[in-house]
Nanobody, 123 residues
Framework: QVQVLESGGGLVQPGGSLILSCAAS????????MGWFRQAPGKQRELVAT???????NYGDSVKGRFTISRDNANNTVYLQMNRLKPDDTAVYYC?????????????????WGQGTLVIVSS
C-alpha cells in the first residue's frame, strides 16, 4: 500500500507564491494518479489539481491560471506551484495518491491521503 507525505505549507502574503511537495512510497509502481485537494474551515474538501501518469491534468475552477501541478513519475513525487495567492486559498492542503492494485482476487483502486499541510494566506 502506498503512503504519501506532504511538505511546503506555511504563511504567505497575498499575491505571493508557495510550492507544495508530496512524495509517495510503498508499491509506488501501482500509482496511476496523484493530486491535491484542500479544505478550509467550515467548508467541504474541494479539488485543487490532479495529474495522472500520462500527464493529463485537471484543475479546480478556483485555481485555474494560478496553480500548476507537476509530477516526477520516476520518483512518484508531485508538486503544486501556487502563484498569486489569495486569502481564500487558506486551507489545509491534502495530497492524494490513487493506486491500481490486485487484492482479494479482484482489481481495486484505493486512494491514499496524506496528513495535510496548512497554507495561510494573510498580510
Amino acid at each position: 500500500q502506498v503512503q504519501v507525505l506532504e511538505s511546503g505549507g506555511g504563511l504567505v502574503q497575498p499575491g505571493g507564491s508557495l510550492i507544495l511537495s508530496c512524495a509517495a512510497s510503498g508499491n509506488a509502481l501501482s500509482i496511476n494518479i496523484m493530486g491535491w485537494f484542500r479544505q478550509a474551515p467550515g467548508k467541504q474538501r474541494e479539488l485543487v489539481a490532479t495529474r495522472d501518469s500520462r500527464g493529463t491534468t485537471n484543475y479546480g475552477d478556483s485555481v485555474k491560471g494560478r496553480f500548476t501541478i507537476s509530477r516526477d513519475n520516476a520518483n512518484n513525487t508531485v508538486y503544486l506551484q501556487m502563484n498569486r495567492l489569495k486569502p481564500d486559498d487558506t486551507a489545509v492542503y491534502y495530497c492524494k495518491a490513487g493506486a491500481t492494485i490486485y487484492k482479494e482476487h479482484r482489481w481495486q483502486y484505493p486512494e491514499v491521503w496524506g496528513q495535510g499541510t496548512l497554507v495561510i494566506v494573510s498580510s
